[in-house]
Antibody
Framework: QVQLQESGPGLVKPSQTLFLTCAVSGGSVSSGAYYWTWIRQHPGKGLEWIGYIRYTGNTFYNPSLKSRVTISRDTSENQFSLRLNSVTAADTAVYYC????????????WGQGTLVTVSS | QSALTQPPSASGSPGQSVTISCTGTSSDVGAYDYVSWYQQHPGKAPKLMIY???KWPSGVPDRFSGSKSGNTASLTVSGLQAEDEADYYC??????????FGTGTKLTVL
């Protein structure tokens, strides 16, 4: 059973870069047929899709965040990462990583989530 | 890319059925059979309940069912139980390798 675990700083200063990593166990980030995704949830609000990286390494992003987001993977460490530039208080949220199966467009497996606060 | 529209709240008594709607556009819900539903309890990660409009992941009880008509998808919870009280979110493929979520519905079991 695949398990995902987010890690990274819980506090980021405005204008700086948010960087989170999702460690994957029980599966490989380079395995065919899986997409690896980041989703966030502002406090008390709904879910927002950030983007995903395919098993091919291709990346796709939410148009509203595309200019600031990079999702990458490290196959040697079996993890994938989120980089969000020029953060503001509006980026304060719980960030989840997850896995989708190609052809389903549904997140079957989720990390527990990590709260990132943007504040000086 | 706008969020899909869900009612903020829904409720029902134990044993009853409740239906939650998810309205999108002809570019997302109406265009693709890639609607999913997630259940989220407070402080927890979401859990996939329905995918591809009406399919169940293993372990999800068939009291949960999904359907779609035009630009609106629906989640029906039959035989409501106390543990069904949670927030529910729909999502849809929106073309161009993008995904959009719904605004969320808080389900209360009276």
């Amino acid at each position: 059973q695949v398990q995902l675990q987010e890690s990274g700083p819980g506090l980021v200063k405005p204008s700086q870069t948010l960087f989170l990593t999702c460690a994957v166990s029980g599966g490989s980030v380079s395995s065919g047929a899986y997409y690896w995704t980041w989703i966030r949830q502002h406090p008390g609000k709904g879910l927002e899709w950030i983007g995903y990286i395919r098993y091919t390494g291709n990346t796709f992003y939410n148009p509203s965040l595309k200019s600031r987001v990079t999702i990458s993977r490290d196959t040697s460490e079996n993890q994938f990462s989120l980089r969000l530039n020029s953060v503001t208080a509006a980026d304060t949220a719980v960030y989840y990583c997850g896995r989708l199966v190609d052809g389903e467009v549904a997140v079957r497996h989720w990390g527990q989530g990590t709260l990132v606060t943007v504040s000086s | 890319q706008s969020a899909l529209t869900q009612p903020p709240s829904a409720s029902g008594s134990p044993g009853q059925s409740v239906t939650i709607s998810c309205t999108g556009t002809s570019s997302d819900v109406g265009a693709y059979d890639y609607v999913s539903w997630y259940q989220q309890h407070p402080g927890k990660a979401p859990k996939l309940m329905i995918y591809q409009v009406s399919k169940w992941p293993s372990g999800v009880p068939d009291r949960f069912s999904g359907s779609k008509s035009g630009n609106t998808a629906s989640l029906t919870v039959s035989g409501l139980q106390a543990e069904d009280e949670a927030d529910y979110y729909c999502s849809s493929y929106a073309g161009g390798n993008t995904v959009v979520f719904g605004t969320g519905t808080k389900l209360t079991v009276l």
